[in-house]
């Protein structure tokens, strides 16, 4: 009973502090106090796009003795009926994917499951999601109405590898979807992993969310140069775990992520090897024009360039080809794609009826 009653107010009310507790004893309250913080991580910038899109940079406290505290980021992508939360899973990455900012940045350790559930609480304090909150003014889309929440949606698509930090992954997916806790369904909770294929199978007993795989090639040759780890696990073994994945069926299809890289991933041939690749699989395809960084070895492909491949993929029945770019302006803009945030917008609305048309959410 005392459990149910500190998670409701944990995870239901979004208290700060134990004392706001009413209906609990004193004497506990004091000792939870004495041992145990409700404190957020410390927003330390939000930038604000004007889509609508918000980004947080967080510090954490020191996880132990001789950590020195990290920062990560959030990003929050809103939509009129749904709001979703990319959240991070490490600080740093262990992986060198050639593609990826944070591949780059020195590996600092693993996010605790607080620390994980930290950023959704962050999140849905600064939203206005919790009973009494009020939405921010400043611009930011916040979705709204009957039943509607702020945070609907959560993905681990954020700094890290989540399938190496499966024990507090773990831990914090079921914080978030449980009844008591943050109550979001799993169907609602998408894990991205760059093919960890050992623990693939686990993700889908253990935690029975969905599953993002980043591909991003149709080869092992040019795989082994963009994503590092698939020459441990090359795509054949990678696309076997995928349909061995417990629960996958064309209700819950897994996502496939393919970042769209000028001149090294993007042609017609290769369009059409993706979609021989996934034949049978339960799929959908997500196109993620390359994002480009300082630096970056690589340049976004060209808008016809995506639209040719997307094309190839559409006829080929796949809902939901190109992710539209949110938050260009604030996470760094990929020129060319401003001016067609326009025609994108149509064809993800296209996209989306597409989707929901076979039942999907
Ligand atoms: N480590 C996991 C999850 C975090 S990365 C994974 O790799 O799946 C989330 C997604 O963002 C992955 O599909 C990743 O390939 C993609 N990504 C990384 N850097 C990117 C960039 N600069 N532009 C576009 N997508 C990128
Ligand atoms: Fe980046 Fe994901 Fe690769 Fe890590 S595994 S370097 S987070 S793309």
């Known amino acids: 009973m005392r459990v149910g009653q500190l998670w409701h107010w944990i995870y239901h009310r979004g208290v700060r502090d134990f004392g706001a507790m009413r209906n609990v004893a004193r004497p506990l309250l004091d000792q939870l106090g004495e041992r145990y913080t409700l404190a957020r991580p410390e927003i330390v910038a939000e930038q604000v796009s004007a889509d609508g899109t918000r980004k947080w940079l967080l510090r954490l406290p020191p996880a132990h003795p001789g950590d020195k505290g990290a920062e990560i980021e959030t990003v929050y992508i809103p939509e009129t009926d749904r709001g979703t ?47 009494g909150g009020t939405a921010p003014t400043d611009g930011g889309l916040v979705p709204s109405g009957e039943g509607v929440r702020a945070v609907s949606n959560i993905v681990f698509m954020g700094m890290g590898e989540p399938l190496y930090n499966f024990d507090n992954v773990r831990e914090a997916i079921a914080v978030l979807t449980d009844g008591d806790g943050l109550s979001l369904s799993k169907r609602r909770v998408t ?36 994503v590092p780890l698939n020459k441990k696990y090359p795509i054949r073994e990678l696309l076997q775990a995928c349909r061995n994945y417990p629960g996958a069926s064309n209700a819950r299809r897994i996502t496939f992520e393919y970042v769209m890289l000028k001149g090294v991933n993007d042609s017609p041939a290769e369009a059409k090897a993706l979609v021989r690749l996934l034949a049978g699989l339960p799929a959908k395809i997500n196109l993620i024009p390359f994002n480009p960084w300082p630096g970056s070895p690589y340049e976004c492909s060209d808008w016809e360039a995506i639209e040719r491949f997307s094309d190839i993929v559409f006829a080929a029945g796949y809902a939901s080809p190109v992710r539209t770019p949110r938050g260009r302006d604030i996470l760094a803009a990929c020129g060319q794609l401003k001016s067609q945030t326009e025609r994108l917008r149509a064809r993800a609305r296209m996209m989306l009826e597409e989707t929901l048309a076979v039942g999907l959410d």
């Not at 930290?118 to 009973?131: E, W, Y």
């Not at 991205?192 to 623990?199: A, D, F, I, Q």
């Open 191 to 226: 894990v991205s992993t760059s093919g960890v294929v050992p623990e693939m199978a686990r993700l889908g007993a253990e935690c029975g969310t969905m599953l993002a795989v980043s591909l991003h090639a149709t080869n092992d040759a040019l795989r082994n140069k963009l």
């Open 85 to 131: 939360l990319c959240v991070s899973s490490q600080v740093g990455c262990t992986l060198n994917c050639t593609f990826c900012h944070t591949g780059t940045q020195a590996w600092a350790r693993n996010l605790t499951a607080a620390e994980i559930v930290g950023q959704v609480l962050v999140a849905r304090d600064r939203l206005g999601d919790f009973p």
